[in-house]
DNA sequence: TCCTTGTGTAATTTTTAGAATTACATCACA
DNA sequence: TGTGATGTAATTCTAAAAATTACACAAGGA
């Protein structure tokens, strides 16, 4: 029934990956520092898109690194990488309906089958906008990587 | 960030109005009863609707009755009533990023501005879905109106 | 007319999910 | 082997959602 800010938390680290992966070592730390949130919740976001097969993490040593072209990260794979199965309660339902009431019983089912359709149109949707979007989009406030 | 269930109950209390609101009074201690949540929260969301110009809500004796066909319902319209503006915050940002770091800077506007398209199409799908559909969904369950 | 059964809302408390914090094991390289 | 990372579990804090309480007001019937 809701989208975090994980998603966005994690989109922004894979823009300063891509910026500045390059030319310095971004750790844990340094993206706490960028995002203000703080490290643990930066490096469990890594660890499930390193999971997920969107960045190479080195323990130890430290750092991360793009494993894939931007346009090939849409913004659902980071999503479905953050949040699992998130969407499948996109739209919260009540959860004690009276099972004395026709509609009670049912309210559930008729509910879902047709939210389906609705979280399939998110879906495409979050598909259809990609890291390379994001990357243009920065570039055009002005301030290129360094 | 997200959509409660809100919107749930309230297809429900509209589903509860079509199938019944004929043969009975329809009142929020009734609708309280039959999804289960409390007579105060039915009250808010009826109201809602009612500024929204989907229900007749009458005061004092009591009862709700629809005024709208159903196939004008849409889920958008329902949704809209109950939670305002609630798309525009439909993806969680995080609230501190570093305006030291030309990212942190700039990531909410470049968020946004893609963010908005995922609106836009989750606006549109919530325009697709109507009273309608549910009803016909309902129906299917074998459990029609008394 | 006043009594009962509703609605309309504000204020407060409870609950819950999201996020931060703490703690510590492990890893890689100098 | 010491240092600066990551990886995670467990706990605490916070804020949003929902429930509860309280009470003013509305309409219709006895």
Do not use: W
């Not at 340094?30 to 080195?58: E, F, Y």
């Not at 699992?84 to 009670?104: E, T």
């Amino acid at each position: 029934m809701r989208i975090s800010a994980k998603c966005s938390i994690a989109v922004h680290c894979l823009l300063f990956l891509h910026e500045y992966g390059g030319t310095q070592k971004v750790t844990s730390g340094l993206l706490a520092l960028s995002t203000g949130c703080n490290p643990v919740m930066i490096r469990s976001i890594m660890s499930a898109m390193k999971k997920a097969g969107i960045i190479q993490v080195t323990a130890g040593s430290g750092g991360a690194v793009l494993v894939l072209p931007p346009e090939e990260i849409t913004l659902y794979r980071v999503y479905t990488a953050v949040e699992g199965d998130g969407l499948r309660d996109l739209i919260g339902v009540h959860s004690m309906p009276s099972a004395l009431c026709p509609i009670g019983r049912n309210i559930r089912v008729v509910l879902q089958k047709r939210y389906e359709t609705v979280r399939e149109d998110m879906r495409r949707s979050l598909q259809s906008v990609t890291l390379a979007d994001f990357i243009a989009e920065y570039r055009k406030t002005g301030s290129g990587p360094v």
